[in-house]
């Protein structure tokens, strides 16, 4: 590994493992202008699956899907409703518009990712950078009677505390993650009481516009990188005329 590398190597460890906190979920009403205006912003790295979806064509994605900010793969479970597709255990990408669920970045696309109706999502958060809040849309949750439940950094938030939601509902999901961090795990899970373990099956939702914030590298850490390269540089130059 180059001294450069290592130095960033460094520098993304010390981000990840000092001063550990819980994060902070927030949901709130989807805002359909608000959300996609600001969607894309510089230092965000997004993912819409619009080009997933056109390269990938519409179905389950396999046991994984890989994306923009990571990686996506079902909790479990064999869904039976009539929005499933293929073998009803993997996650999928849909076109369109079905039993409520739809796309909702960008303002005029067609795809999203598409729970069918299984125990739910989990999402490991990898944009190859450091990075401290990211925000996503719910889409049709917890409108079958299942309390969805958003689980990440040590901290979960179930999308509804009383009745039922109405179909086709959207929220606007922040996850500020206190801190610095390289990776993280979201577990967007459906359970058949509110604060229980036991998942349900048969109430799908869908996820879209994923934006995570990238932080950038400290200019401090890029000198000493840059510098620590010169060194480097130096030292096999004169090994070499020895």
Sequence with gaps: MSILKTT??????????????AATISVSTFDAGAYNSSFGAPNHVGEDFENLGVTRGEGEVGPSLGTAVGTFESLGGVGSGGSVTGTGEELALRDGSLFGRTNTVPQGGSWFLDSTDTWGMKWTVDIGSLFDQLSFVLNDGSDQGAFLRITAGGESK????????????ARTVVIDFGQQVSTAEIVLGNYTTSGGERFKLNDGFSVDGVDVSAVPLPASVLLLGVAMGGLGWAGRRKARQA
């Design 158 to 169: 179930e999308l509804r505390t009383g009745g039922k939601l109405p179909n086709g509902n």
């Design 8 to 21: 960033c190597a460094v520098a993304v460890t010390m981000a990840c493992t000092v001063g550990a906190q």
